[in-house]
């Protein structure tokens, strides 16, 4: 957990900047190191668009394995899947309609991603002020 | 590792964490089952809803109506609570002290701007894995003692995606199995992507003057 003195410890998925809690032997200090990474907060912008992409992939997966496994003659491809379109306009079991999907999966998917974080960082935000105010007040953090 | 006390503080922030999101994903879920059924009551028409309305069976008290609508965002809101809770409790159980690595810090961060979150690609797709293949266990089984499995024409349509799927015991085994895979995967893309976009964020934040 301790880094030598010299070299300072840094997250091991980004070298942005160094971790100067997490150097420190001070009990305090490591604890609200602990506090303060098990309370990150989401990039809105970042979740929205994963969110977004891993929709849009889902939606165009699911009209492409319906479509590329066909049905017989005479009868409709996907006619449960193709139900969607009275939530999104546009949106059928056919190619140009998998294209749709994708937009239509991307717009949700980010959508919910936004809105996931938004709930998040405004949750932690409002805790965290909660706490900070608790411990100026009466230094029970 | 982490002593004692520092475990007993992270777990506690585990357990707010958990709540948080429980009620992000319950809000989310209520939403979307409320609104889903406000569409459908809005375009009216002959047989509004035919397909949601099923919904009832796992959701009692449900139906595409008005007063169906709000049982339905709270039935959303415990069901998107619950599935909160069970997929953050494997993720950060699964990671448990390694969530406090897994961070993008900056200059900007302070007390009351804490650090960004990563995603672990194993951690999400355990945590999410478990939830979607529990869901579909828990939905077929209950169709399957209920004694409507037979009956079950749309669910068994999830053998399109889902080969060796039925709506049976042994099916949703096969079923499970195959979601946790899928969900595995996609839980990868999306870490991925997620990791990326927030790593480029952060480096240009850097880099800006």
């Given at each position: 957990m301790n880094a030598p003195a010299s070299r300072p410890v840094q997250s091991p998925e980004v070298a942005?900047?160094?971790y100067k809690v997490r150097n420190s032997k001070s009990m305090g200090d490591r604890g609200e190191w602990i506090v303060r990474s098990a309370f990150a907060r989401f990039d809105l912008v970042a979740l929205g668009i994963a969110m977004g992409c891993v929709g849009a992939l889902c939606l165009w997966a699911a009209t492409a394995v319906l479509l590329v496994k066909e049905a017989p003659s005479g009868v409709a491809v996907g006619p449960h899947l193709a139900l969607l379109a009275n939530f999104?306009?546009?949106?059928?079991?056919s190619w140009p309609g998998s294209i749709v999907g994708l937009f239509y999966g991307f717009l949700l998917g980010l959508g919910f991603g936004v809105l996931i974080a938004m709930v998040w960082n405004i949750a932690h935000h409002i805790y965290l002020v909660q706490a900070v105010t608790r411990r100026y007040f009466a230094g029970d953090l | 590792m982490l002593d004692d006390a520092e475990g007993k503080v992270l777990n506690a922030a585990i357990r707010v964490n958990t709540i948080i999101i429980a009620v992000a994903m319950g809000l989310l879920c209520g939403a979307i089952l409320w609104s889903s059924t406000a569409i459908l009551l809005l375009r009216g028409?002959?047989?509004?809803g035919a397909h949601l309305s099923l919904l009832s069976v796992f959701?009692?008290?449900?139906?595409?109506?008005w007063s169906g609508a709000w049982i339905g965002l709270l039935w959303g809101f415990v069901y998107g609570a619950l599935s909160g809770i069970v997929l953050y409790w494997s993720y950060a159980r699964t990671l448990h002290e390694r969530l406090c690595e897994l961070l993008v810090d900056s200059p900007a961060a302070s007390t009351l701007t804490p650090p960004i979150f990563l995603f672990s690609g194993n951690g999400l797709g355990i945590g999410l894995g478990t939830l979607m293949a529990l869901q579909l266990l828990l939905t077929t089984n209950w169709l399957v003692a209920r004694g409507t499995a037979s009956e079950s024409n749309n669910a068994a349509l999830l053998s399109q995606y889902?080969?060796?799927?039925?709506?049976?015991f042994s099916g949703s085994i096969v079923g499970a199995l195959e979601l946790f895979a899928v969900a595995f995967v996609a839980s990868h893309v999306l870490a991925g992507i997620y990791n990326t976009v927030t790593r480029l964020r952060a480096t240009r934040d850097m880099a800006a003057p």
């Open positions: 942005l900047e160094p999104l306009p546009g949106y059928n079991v | 028409g002959p047989d509004v959701f009692p008290g449900y139906s595409v109506s889902l080969p060796g799927y039925t709506v049976s």
